[in-house]
């Protein structure tokens, strides 16, 4: 049996189960206690300062974030379109409505200047949104600059979904820092993960002493259970946040694994026709979470979705990028500002196996499959 060789699969470090012993022997199983504290703290010394609530979840996070930043029914929220749709589904449980927005083709984010043209436009009507959610793909962040300037010039918050983007920096700094709010995600595949679990960053501690109070059912400092405000029970358990301290000491790692991967990738298959490579920005270093090419169909001899199958065969796990959000079913009746650029990296966009655990071979083993189709297809 050929063994199955997958996207993104999680890799500890060995460190976990310490953190994790530590709990049981203090008996600190509960969504409270000493890892979690500290997970929040040693993760803010990775990303450069600020704040940290650990929670169950990215999406948890982004939740949270639009409700510190007051979305609320009926509001328009701005947001990447080329993405997963756990960045868009909580401006859904906010009763909000999301507008996409298209990408651009050097980091495959959202474009700057359709944001600025379109903010520009809707201040004139008089149909600002209420927030903005700016996503960073694939471990590469956005151009952050220009889209916190002109949120900033109209007074719109700025969220970062940095779910994929954790080990990533933007001029020497770690995306989902720069805006108002800032999410990571500690899912399976993602670069490090718990399991399950996020984090919601601010450099404002307040807002921050607000989501942890939002993510533990809003209780009211009273001896009785109190309860002005509606809540959630969001909080990342404290076995977890153990498994999470283990993996961030092995962050660099991960990131520089991952980007080697890349490299092999692009050396071996970059003079292929029609293979062209994710490109990284200048203004920043990409983790490479995962490896991401296009396939040109006229030149590479079949398409992306043809070539998707093939490597399936070979069990070799691959997937589209991201199906834009404004061409999903559940998204029909929401605008999108442009979405071409976004339409082309899905029609034609593939994300290789980009585990930080691959071994040589099992690389190897997708080049060749690559290689093998694009010889057959042109013979
Ligand atoms: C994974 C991911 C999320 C959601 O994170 P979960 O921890 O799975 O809830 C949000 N946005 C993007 C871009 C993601 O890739």
Redesign the pocket.
């Known amino acids: 049996m050929t063994k199955r060789i997958l996207l993104s699969t999680p890799h500890m470090s060995g460190e976990e189960i310490k953190f994790i012993q530590e709990a049981f022997d203090t008996n600190w199983i509960a969504p409270v206690g000493p890892n979690i504290e500290a997970f929040e703290e040693e993760f803010c010394q990775v990303i450069g300062g600020g704040y940290a609530a650990a929670l169950s979840?990215?999406?948890?996070a982004?939740h949270l974030a639009l409700r510190l930043v007051g979305v609320s029914p009926g509001d328009e929220v701005f947001c990447s379109t080329l993405?997963?749709i756990?960045?868009a589904n909580p401006i859904v449980y906010q009763k909000a409505k999301p507008v996409f927005i298209d990408s651009d083709g050097i980091s495959w984010n959202m474009d700057p200047n359709l944001l600025a043209e379109t903010i520009e436009y809707r201040a004139k009507i008089g149909k600002l949104p209420k927030a903005v959610i700016l996503?960073h793909?694939y471990g590469q962040s956005a151009d952050i600059d220009p889209i916190l300037k002109v949120c900033n010039n109209y007074s719109i918050p700025l969220i970062e979904?940095a779910?994929?983007a954790l080990g990533a920096t933007y001029k020497g700094k770690a995306p989902g820092t720069f805006g108002k709010i800032g999410i990571y995600?500690?899912?399976g595949n993602?670069i490090i993960t718990t399991s399950?679990?996020?984090m919601l960053v601010s450099k404002d501690p307040q807002l921050v002493t607000k989501a942890k109070f939002l993510a533990t059912q809003a209780r009211d400092p009273a001896p009785h259970y109190q309860h002005s405000e509606i809540g959630y029970n969001y909080r990342l358990s404290n076995i977890l946040a153990g498994v999470g301290r283990g993996q961030l000491k092995v962050l660099q790692d991960r990131v520089a694994a991952r980007r080697k991967n890349f490299e092999i990738y692009q050396q071996e298959l970059g003079n292929l026709p029609g293979i062209q490579f994710m490109p990284e920005a200048s203004y920043g270093k990409t983790t490479r979470w995962l490896t991401c090419i296009t396939v040109d169909p006229k030149k590479f001899g079949v398409d992306r979705e043809t070539l998707r199958l093939k490597l399936n065969e070979k069990h070799i796990e691959t997937r589209p990028v991201w199906k834009p959000l404004h061409l999903q079913p559940v998204f029909a009746d929401c605008e999108c500002i442009g979405g071409t650029i976004a339409e082309d990296l899905f029609t034609n966009g593939l994300c290789l196996p980009s585990g930080s655990n691959l071994k040589i071979e099992d690389l190897k083993r997708v080049i060749n499959a690559i290689i093998q189709v694009s010889n057959y297809t042109r013979s």
């Open positions: 979840a990215g999406t948890a982004l993405t997963f756990a960045t996503v793909l979904d779910a994929e995600s500690f899912n993602k399950g679990g996020g």
